[in-house]
């Protein structure tokens, strides 16, 4: 009986393991005239962001959890602090994206 009631979450499990291999997500990146910023459902999709659009940058705590907020001339995106390796990096990423490049 045991058996039965596992077998759905299991075939769940090793389909998500498939597509994570198989689709890799999108990551995070700084490049030298613009961000790549992850979105949608596991973070799959993303966008590319140039510097120069950016319009307003601001951070913001939910439910405790950090996220730095891009307000760009055709849309805006948030960068979740989890998305980045450590508390440092946070830092220079919120040092670039605020104009302060001194603090890197």
Request: glycine content about 6%; aromatic content about 8%; some cysteine.
């Amino acid at each position: 009986m045991l058996t039965l009631l596992s077998a759905p979450y299991t075939v769940v499990g090793l389909v998500l393991v498939f597509r994570r291999i198989a689709l890799p997500c999108a990551t995070l990146e700084i490049g030298q005239d613009g961000i790549v910023l992850p979105y949608g459902f596991l973070r799959r999709k993303s966008e590319r962001v140039i510097y120069r659009d950016i319009r307003a940058v601001h951070e913001e705590r939910v439910r405790g959890r950090t996220f730095l907020v891009l307000h760009a001339t055709t849309d805006s995106g948030r960068i979740a602090a989890s998305l980045l390796p450590n508390e440092d990096a946070y830092t220079v990423v919120t040092s670039i994206l605020f104009g302060k490049p001194n603090l890197i």
